[in-house]
């Protein structure tokens, strides 16, 4: 599939980098990209994570996900199994299904602070040396 009429623009790990440049042929392109074709199981998955994130204003943990599945798809309980998301999205549902979906990879609360380690250096959020002694400032 070519995106060439409609090029959004990608973050520097390829993924969305508006949530309003999303569409289904924009997904089908990242899930062919990834060696994936979209079945109907798919979307359904896509589609309760972008309304999630709508909703919410943050991408659901794995956790989260699996209660909204479990919650509002029919079969619900069988759908938010490992082994079922994990079929329909080999390379994670986290991953490998916010990417097609447009979305952020999903964070826990303590990840979304803007502090990363790289190679053993803790990194503010615009690149800069910390304290590698692991205290926060105060």
């Known amino acids: 599939m070519n995106l060439a009429n409609a090029s959004p623009r990608l973050t520097p790990s390829g993924r969305l980098e508006n949530f309003g440049d999303w569409s289904e042929r924009v997904a089908s392109w990242f899930a062919e990209r990834d060696g994936l074709t979209l079945t109907e199981a798919h979307w359904e998955i ?6 999630y994130y709508r909703e919410y204003n943050i991408p659901p943990i794995k956790k989260l996900l699996k209660r909204e599945i479990e919650a ?4 619900g309980k069988s759908k938010a199994l490992d082994s079922y998301l994990d079929n329909l999205f080999p390379h994670g549902v ?3 299904g916010t990417k097609i ?5 999903p964070m826990l609360d303590a990840e979304i602070e803007h502090r990363y380690v790289t190679d053993g250096a803790i990194l503010g959020s615009k690149g800069e040396s910390g304290d ?3 205290k926060r400032n105060q």
Do not use: F, N, T, V
Not at 46 to 51: A, D, I, P, Q, V
Not at 72 to 75: N, V, W, Y
């Open 46 to 51: 896509l589609r309760l994570m972008r309304g």
């Open 72 to 75: 509002k798809l029919a079969d």
């Open 94 to 96: 986290l991953i490998q």
């Open 101 to 105: 979906a447009g979305l952020p990879i």
């Open 132 to 134: 590698h002694s692991g």
